[in-house]
T-cell receptor, first 118, second 117 residues
């Protein structure tokens, strides 16, 4: 069975501070995918990043960066110089593709609510 | 524009009443999913469908039913058997290819907030 743990339920930071959202996952499969989604107050989940288990390179996209470490089963997300518009709930998710089917189920963490205070 | 459309955005249900939530996608995606979101619980899978005329139960299927008569549509019915239906419901779709490296991200609708009155 797969499991995703986001230990931080809520985080508050002052604007321009850096913040890291933690994600720890569990799976016995060697092939899997990890995702981060953002859920603004409107409710829709917005895709941020996908990473497969064979690609441990860290990624930077503007103020966002992701640190994938298989040794610790973690896929942490850092926002640099946070802004009020970053306020949202952030979900980490894990997918294990079914053999030969090319399809999958997503297992979500419980989310971290980030509040950026002006 | 391609995307997923959920309707209605807000829905009120009386006790003992069945209600149906609509989910339509024009992304030509094969797989579709229904999730329920409760405060502090994250997203939990209700039902999913990989192809037309086929669907599978997720982790919390009791009290819900679905159909997949068309590739574009995956409606969810919340039946009177669901004792605590008040929640936020999200529909998602995925382009399911072949092979483990064809996995893409899931696209989500804007959700339906269901309240029992």
């Amino acid at each position: 069975a797969q499991k995703v743990t986001q230990a931080q339920t809520e985080i508050s930071v002052v604007e321009k501070e850096d913040v890291t959202l933690d994600c720890v996952y569990e799976t016995r499969d060697t092939t899997y995918y990890l995702f981060w989604y953002k859920q603004p107050p409107s409710g829709e989940l917005v895709f941020l990043i996908r990473r497969n288990s064979f690609d441990e390179q860290n990624e930077i996209s503007g103020r966002y960066s992701w640190n994938f470490q298989k040794s610790t089963s973690s896929f942490n997300f850092t926002i640099t110089a946070s802004q009020v518009v970053d306020s949202a709930v952030y979900f980490c998710a894990l997918s294990v593709p079914y053999s030969g089917a090319g399809s999958y189920q997503l297992t979500f963490g419980k989310g971290t609510k980030l509040s950026v205070i002006p | 524009d391609g995307g997923i459309t959920q309707s209605p955005k807000y829905l009120f249900r009386k006790e003992g009443q069945n209600v149906t939530l609509s989910c339509e996608q024009n992304l030509n995606h094969d797989a579709m999913y229904w999730y329920r979101q409760d405060p502090g619980q994250g997203l939990r899978l209700i039902y999913y469908s990989q192809i037309v005329n086929d669907f599978q139960k997720g982790d919390i299927a009791e009290g819900y039913s679905v159909s997949r008569e068309k590739k574009e549509s995956f409606p969810l019915t919340v039946t009177s058997a669901q004792k605590n239906p008040t929640a936020f419901y999200l529909c998602a779709s995925v382009l399911a290819g072949t092979g483990v490296f064809s996995v893409t991200e899931a696209f989500f609708g804007q959700g339906t907030r269901l309240t029992v009155v």
